[in-house]
């Protein structure tokens, strides 16, 4: 168990439908990254937030939104979903940023996400 | 843009033998992080090792070493006495010192042979 937590492991949904993928960042982390891995793709980075506030922005579609809450958790809301957004979705948890030294990501398990 | 490649999509090696993955990065940058991070079949994304450009004397952890290159942009990781266990994707990935954003690699698929 590395610590972050994603909810739910699994989830199949339909074309046009809207989903939330959860995480809860590490015990004392600060910061959270959001990205995703198509079938036997790379891992595209979508979002960061830290303590609230978003940090770094990737290739985030629109259509996908994310937020940080006071208890640090996170959410990412994906709708109108299309075909091409089934992927394994993964959170990952810092203690900080920038040249504070302690800038490992520890991930979750990930969220299979399946668009019929 | 900063960009990490890797050139071998896939490897294969017998248990015991050492093997080198190759990555290389693009960036105008000074001041940046390296990181090799290890998925297995289970899909749990697992850090092997990390470097920091400022440090001139290469990372190792246990049977896992890195050859970094700063003039070349070159994070190559050497795995010593392959095990079974290592059979994994193994995704190079990239992070400046001023900015959070994390950029991975595609990927190398490595098997170990019995």
């Known amino acids: 168990d590395s610590g972050v937590t994603q909810t739910p492991k699994h989830l199949i949904t339909a074309t046009g439908q809207r989903v939330t993928l959860r995480c809860s960042p590490r015990s004392g982390d600060l910061s959270v990254y959001w990205y995703q891995q198509s079938l036997d793709q790379g891992l595209q980075f979508l979002i960061q937030?830290?303590?609230?506030?978003?940090?770094a922005k990737g290739n985030i579609l629109e259509r996908f939104s994310a937020q940080q809450f006071p208890d640090l958790h996170s959410e990412l809301n994906l709708s109108s979903l299309e075909l091409g957004d089934s992927a394994l979705y993964f959170c990952?948890?810092?203690?900080?940023?920038?040249?504070?030294?302690?800038?490992?990501?520890?991930f979750g398990a990930g969220s299979r996400l399946t668009v019929l | 843009a900063q960009t990490v490649t890797q050139s071998q999509p896939e490897m294969s090696v017998q248990e015991a033998e050492t093997v080198t993955l190759s990555c290389t990065y693009d960036?105008?940058?000074?001041?940046?992080?390296l990181f090799w991070y290890k998925q297995p079949p289970s899909r749990q994304m697992i850090l092997v090792i990390r470097q920091e450009a400022y440090k001139q004397q290469n990372a190792t952890e246990n049977r896992f070493s890195v050859n970094f290159q700063k003039a070349a942009k070159s994070f190559s990781l050497k795995i010593s006495d392959s095990q079974l266990g290592d059979t994994a994707m193994y995704f190079c990935a990239f992070m400046f010192s001023r900015d959070d954003k994390i950029i991975f690699g595609k990927g190398t698929r490595l098997h170990i042979l019995p």
């Open positions: 960036t105008s940058e000074n001041n940046y992080y």
């Open positions: 937030y830290y303590n609230g506030e978003e940090r």
């Open positions: 990952a948890s810092s203690v900080a940023i920038g040249d504070s030294g302690a800038n490992v990501l520890t």
